[in-house]
């Protein structure tokens, strides 16, 4: 019983608005016994970056909630991070190049493509294709993200020794949904928006965040251009990944 009652307590606290705790009182981690211990009582708690705000209602009311229209064409900007954490390209665009116009590495297979961040005025931008439209899932509270160039979502999968970035991260791709061993789940994303109006964007299915780097030198694709990925937000042992890392900035595109 009292087991119970701590895990509901613990539970509540999960999910108290940010605007009650400032940041610098929320612990960066919970300690891993207790994470443990919540996990294996069944309760599923979000790990979401702090000072964030979780949709209300369904996908399509909060998106409207925050001004975004679903169906419509948005650009995504990667905000300029407070650090050079991990030498994050802060203002640079996510999209992607067919693989018959660059680099060979940007085709992952025939019915998917590997995305990148793409500097304004570098050939990846000039050549990329960077229009994204926001689909709400039906019930839900996630979107998916689809490619205005030919209908493929933005996903991330670990099936491919090519996709594997390190034991925390994978890289990101634009992937038919028609394809053999495409899964729906992967298309489905979770936004959380935090006070200075940029979005985080969190794989349902892996639980890690879209971000994109130029620590490793696998993570360059070129002059004014780097491969996105997904990053894990917690990890046991190690640290947190702050939550300046993989702040996107939506631009609707008109």
Same mark, same amino acid.
């Given at each position: 019983?009292s087991?119970? =009652?701590?895990?509901?307590?613990?539970?509540?606290?999960?999910?108290?608005?940010?605007v009650?705790?400032?940041?610098?009182?929320?612990?960066?981690v919970?300690? #891993?016994?207790?994470?443990?211990?919540?996990l294996?009582?069944?309760?599923?708690?979000?790990?979401?970056?702090?000072n964030?705000?979780?949709?209300?209602?369904?996908?399509?009311q909060g998106l409207?909630?925050?001004?975004?229209?679903?169906?419509?064409?948005y650009?995504l =900007?990667?905000?300029?991070?407070?650090?050079?954490?991990m +030498? &994050?390209?802060?203002?640079?665009y996510?999209?992607? #190049?067919?693989?018959?116009?660059?680099?060979?590495?940007?085709?992952r297979d @025939?019915?998917?493509?590997?995305?990148?961040?793409? @500097?304004? /005025?570098?050939?990846?931008?000039?050549?990329?294709?960077?229009?994204?439209?926001? @689909?709400?899932?039906?019930?839900?509270?996630?979107? %998916?993200?689809?490619?205005?160039?030919?209908?493929?979502?933005?996903?991330?999968?670990?099936?491919?020794?090519?996709?594997?970035?390190?034991?925390?991260?994978?890289?990101?791709? #634009?992937?038919?949904?028609?394809?053999? /061993?495409? %899964?729906?789940?992967?298309?489905?994303?979770?936004?959380?928006?935090?006070?200075?109006?940029?979005y985080?964007?969190?794989q349902?299915?892996?639980?890690?965040?879209?971000?994109?780097?130029?620590?490793?030198?696998?993570?360059i =694709?070129?002059?004014?251009?780097?491969?996105?990925?997904?990053? &894990? @937000?917690?990890?046991? /042992? +190690? !640290?947190?990944?702050?939550?300046?890392?993989? =702040?996107?900035?939506?631009?609707?595109? !008109?």
């Amino acid at each position: 019983r009292s087991k119970s =009652r701590a895990v509901a307590i613990l539970a509540q606290a999960a999910f108290r608005p940010v605007v009650e705790t400032p940041p610098s009182a929320m612990p960066s981690v919970l300690p #891993v016994a207790v994470a443990l211990s919540i996990l294996s009582c069944g309760v599923s708690l979000d790990f979401g970056p702090s000072n964030s705000q979780f949709m209300l209602g369904d996908a399509s009311q909060g998106l409207a909630a925050w001004g975004l229209e679903a169906g419509e064409s948005y650009r995504l =900007r990667i905000a300029k991070p407070t650090s050079d954490y991990m +030498k &994050q390209p802060g203002g640079w665009y996510l999209g992607f #190049v067919k693989a018959d116009l660059t680099e060979k590495n940007d085709k992952r297979d @025939e019915n998917s493509t590997y995305v990148s961040l793409m @500097e304004p /005025g570098s050939t990846a931008y000039t050549l990329g294709h960077k229009r994204w439209i926001l @689909e709400p899932v039906n019930g839900t509270k996630y979107v %998916r993200i689809r490619s205005m160039k030919n209908g493929w979502y933005l996903t991330a999968q670990q099936e491919l020794k090519s996709d594997e970035r390190d034991d925390f991260s994978t890289y990101s791709m #634009v992937m038919n949904p028609d394809a053999p /061993g495409a %899964r729906p789940q992967d298309f489905m994303w979770m936004l959380t928006k935090d006070h200075w109006g940029a979005y985080k964007l969190r794989q349902v299915s892996t639980m890690r965040y879209l971000t994109g780097h130029r620590r490793a030198s696998h993570d360059i =694709r070129g002059n004014g251009s780097t491969y996105a990925m997904v990053r &894990q @937000e917690i990890h046991v /042992g +190690k !640290f947190k990944v702050p939550a300046k890392d993989g =702040r996107w900035i939506l631009e609707r595109v !008109f």
